[in-house]
């Protein structure tokens, strides 16, 4: 007996993906919040069962969450060098 | 079970204005976003997400797959921006 459907489950990913990475302050906290609202769209993907489209925006994801970490980094070394970060 | 032709699209469509509304309001008004320009552009990801879900309730999934990776290459570059502008000291 199924007693929610899938798509109810994704939409309370996203909601809580969404609204927890707004509300957070540390970027690396953001990030990962995120990380869970890019898993409620390929959830979403899957539900209408376009899996190949699902595998690649996955791997997009992926690569956008990666960019945002090594920006984050470099940016964190600078204000670190220049003594701004406590 | 819900229909995958009235119900589903619905949801999807719903959502992702859900999204739209909410990212746009934390680009702007954000907790700590003006301080920090890479929270900024953090939150601009919560709205490209809910274009994505527009576009999916449509099925158009071809413009999913474009704007997800139009998103890494915006990414790519503001970021490059940031830290230029960080070296320069000419953020703020």
Request: charged residues 15%; glycine residues 8%; hydrophobic residues 55%.
């Amino acid at each position: 007996m199924i007693l929610i459907d899938f798509p109810y489950a994704v939409v309370v990913l996203v909601i809580v993906g969404t609204i927890g990475g707004l509300l957070q302050t540390r970027p690396i906290d953001k990030i990962l919040m995120l990380a869970v609202l890019g898993d409620g769209l390929v959830g979403m993907i899957a539900t209408y069962q376009y899996l190949d489209v699902a595998m690649a925006s996955s791997f997009m994801t992926f690569v956008g969450i990666i960019i945002m970490m090594i920006g984050l980094i470099r940016t964190m070394e600078i204000k670190k060098a220049k003594g701004e970060l406590h | 079970m819900l229909s995958p032709t009235e119900t589903l699209p619905w949801i999807t469509f719903y959502l992702g204005i859900t999204l739209l509304i909410i990212g746009s309001l934390g680009v702007v008004f954000g907790p700590k976003a003006s301080k920090e320009p890479i929270i900024r552009i953090i939150n601009l990801t919560a709205a490209n997400n809910g274009i994505a879900l527009i576009f999916l309730s449509y099925n158009y999934t071809l413009a999913v797959l474009t704007i997800l990776s139009v998103n890494a290459m915006f990414d790519i570059l503001v970021f490059r921006v940031i830290i230029r502008l960080e070296e320069m000291e000419a953020l703020y």
